[in-house]
């Protein structure tokens, strides 16, 4: 007897799809992902998804949304429990953030070729914002510290980011030297220190 498409609560989809289509990310790349092809690995019908997704885009949106919102959440826990000083609290984020990278290197590719995309749902924009404010609020806690130079904080936190992104890059990538991977993350943390002491 041919056994029955397994059914789905209300929402249980959803998170099934988006659950689903990560691991296809990870394991296969974006050009693999397909709402026919999810639907057949959950044993639904193959229309069951758009009542979710209208098609793929909608399904990368989605993904690179929870990706973003993931990161935030990432990137708060990340402050709990450190010290106040703009060197603990920058340790504590950029590793957090060098991690979500690493382990999520595909998904994180994604985010930010979708987070550029113009058709980019409003959503998207309001969690690449709030996950960005991290790094732009402990800037300018610094700063009312003393503990970095003058001037605009954008200005300051765009070389934190690049340098932060590029290592993560790097790191994703599998690029970096063997001899980085123990004292990399360090020598960057003390770089991106050093570039932003006050004069």
Same mark, same amino acid.
């Given at each position: #007897?041919?056994?029955?498409?397994?059914?789905?609560?209300?929402?249980?989809?959803?998170?099934?799809?988006?659950t689903? &289509?990560e691991? $296809?990310?990870?394991?296969?790349?974006?050009?693999?992902?397909?709402?026919?092809?999810?639907?057949?690995?959950?044993?639904?019908?193959?229309?069951?998804? *758009?009542?979710?997704?209208?098609?793929?885009?909608?399904?990368?949106?989605?993904? &690179?949304?929870?990706?973003?919102?993931?990161?935030? /959440?990432? #990137?708060?826990? +990340?402050? /709990?429990?450190?010290?106040? *000083?703009?060197?603990?609290?920058?340790?504590?984020?950029?590793?957090?953030?060098?991690?979500?990278?690493?382990?999520?290197? &595909?998904?994180?590719?994604?985010?930010? *070729?979708?987070?550029?995309?113009?058709?980019?749902?409003?959503?998207? +924009?309001? +969690?690449?914002?709030?996950?960005? $404010?991290?790094?732009?609020?402990?800037?300018?806690?610094?700063?009312?510290?003393?503990?970095?130079?003058?001037?605009?904080?954008e200005?300051?936190?765009?070389?934190?980011?690049?340098?932060?992104?590029?290592?993560?890059?790097l790191?994703?990538?599998?690029?970096?030297?063997?001899? &980085?991977? /123990?004292?990399?993350?360090?020598?960057?943390?003390?770089?991106?220190?050093?570039? +932003?002491?006050?004069?």
């Amino acid at each position: #007897m041919p056994t029955r498409p397994r059914r789905y609560h209300h929402g249980d989809l959803r998170a099934a799809l988006l659950t689903r &289509a990560e691991e $296809t990310l990870r394991e296969k790349g974006p050009t693999a992902l397909s709402l026919r092809e999810l639907a057949r690995d959950l044993g639904v019908s193959h229309a069951a998804p *758009s009542r979710h997704f209208k098609d793929k885009q909608a399904l990368l949106d989605a993904l &690179a949304l929870a990706g973003f919102e993931r990161l935030g /959440e990432i #990137m708060t826990a +990340s402050q /709990e429990g450190v010290g106040e *000083s703009f060197a603990e609290r920058l340790d504590a984020i950029v590793r957090a953030y060098v991690g979500f990278a690493t382990a999520n290197a &595909a998904l994180l590719d994604l985010m930010y *070729s979708v987070k550029h995309d113009p058709e980019a749902s409003e959503a998207l +924009s309001a +969690s690449v914002q709030r996950w960005s $404010t991290h790094i732009v609020e402990l800037i300018a806690e610094g700063q009312r510290r003393g503990e970095i130079r003058e001037g605009p904080v954008e200005r300051i936190g765009l070389p934190v980011f690049t340098t932060l992104h590029g290592y993560a890059e790097l790191a994703m990538s599998g690029m970096l030297p063997p001899e &980085a991977t /123990e004292h990399g993350l360090d020598d960057v943390i003390a770089y991106i220190l050093r570039g +932003s002491a006050p004069d």
